[in-house]
């Protein structure tokens, strides 16, 4: 089986920074790429930055120059770096891979159980 385990969300003032983390780890044979997501009460869940097996990244419009994704391929690992954190970032930040297994060649899409995000004063 797979698992992926975020870690780093918490409560912090506008203006300050999160770093979160999210491991997968299992019968891994292959990962396309990784993700983080949010979803805030009332929202649909949107992608916030990707990275890719190539580590090509792209982003969301509206954390383009403050949020850094980044990743460690030995330890299949991927961060999200959040700097000048706004209150419309409050969330819950969810981990995505798209990755093969020894359970099934052809990638599949995996998520961690999310982790919650509160900007606020």
């Known amino acids: 089986q797979v698992q992926l385990v975020e870690s780093g969300g918490g409560l912090v003032q506008p203006g300050g920074s999160l770093r979160l983390s999210c491991a997968a780890s299992?019968?891994?044979?292959?990962?396309?790429?990784m993700a983080w997501y949010r979803q805030d009460p009332g929202n649909q869940r949107e992608l916030v930055a990707v990275?890719?097996?190539?580590?090509?990244?792209n982003y969301a419009e509206s954390v383009k120059g403050r949020f850094t994704i980044s990743k460690e391929n030995g330890k299949n690992t991927v961060y999200l770096q959040m700097n000048s954190l706004k209150v419309e970032d409050t969330a819950v930040y969810y981990c995505?891979?798209?990755?093969?297994?020894?359970?099934?060649?052809?990638?599949?899409?995996?998520w961690g159980q999310g982790t919650q995000v509160t900007v606020s004063s």
């Open positions: 299992g019968s891994i044979l292959s990962i396309n790429h």
């Open positions: 990275i890719t097996s190539g580590s090509t990244t």
């Open positions: 995505n891979a798209l990755l093969a297994s020894t359970y099934h060649w052809d990638p599949r899409d995996y």
